[in-house]
């Protein structure tokens, strides 16, 4: 990856499958990381795995997107880190209640929009004016398969995602 040497950039849904793969290739390619995920453990052991880099800075921010507080301390968190953030990847994501819609727990299914769009969207939004102001970055909304076709009983996750991609058209802008 080239480009990103020198660069700070938040990373959702850090510690599992591809979000561990963007954390490994942009510390391998020389960015300073923001690594947002869940599970403490499992943000000190990715920690640990990537090894120190001279010049090069990783912090952890333990939270559950699905909390609408998350977005405050999460940025908060960045912001006490870095003096400016280049690269937002909201990559965390849920599957959400499989089934039909009138049968799904109705808390998982808004939760699922809450992960998988709102809190996307809120970091956006809070982050998109710190980025104007430097001089410039870029956000990356990860929508998955979620968005390209219909998929049966997968409502609230398909909802979500082709929500993240509607909302990324205009945005970008």
Not at 85 to 97: E, F, K
Not at 120 to 131: G, S, T, Y
Request: include cysteine; aromatic fraction near 6%.
């Amino acid at each position: 990856m080239v480009g990103v040497s020198g660069m700070n950039c938040l990373i959702t849904g850090a510690t599992r499958g591809l979000g561990e793969s963007l954390v490994r290739a942009f510390w391998e390619a020389g960015a300073s990381l923001a690594l947002i995920a869940r599970r403490k453990d499992r943000l000190v052991q990715l920690v640990t795995n990537i090894g120190k880099q001279s010049g090069q800075k990783a912090i952890t921010v333990e939270t559950d997107l699905a909390n609408p507080g998350a977005v405050d301390k999460i940025v908060g968190s960045v912001k006490s880190e870095f003096s400016r953030l280049d690269v937002l990847i909201n990559n965390a994501a849920i599957q959400g209640p499989i089934g039909t819609l009138w049968e799904n727990d109705w808390d998982k299914w808004l939760e699922t929009i809450q992960v998988n769009l709102l809190s996307p969207i809120a970091l956006c939004r809070a982050v998109a004016p710190w980025m104007i102001e430097q001089g410039g970055g870029s956000i990356i909304n990860l929508s998955g398969g979620g968005a390209t076709g219909p998929r049966a009983n997968f409502t609230a996750y398909a909802t979500a995602k082709t929500g993240i991609v509607r909302f990324s058209e205009p945005l970008a802008k």
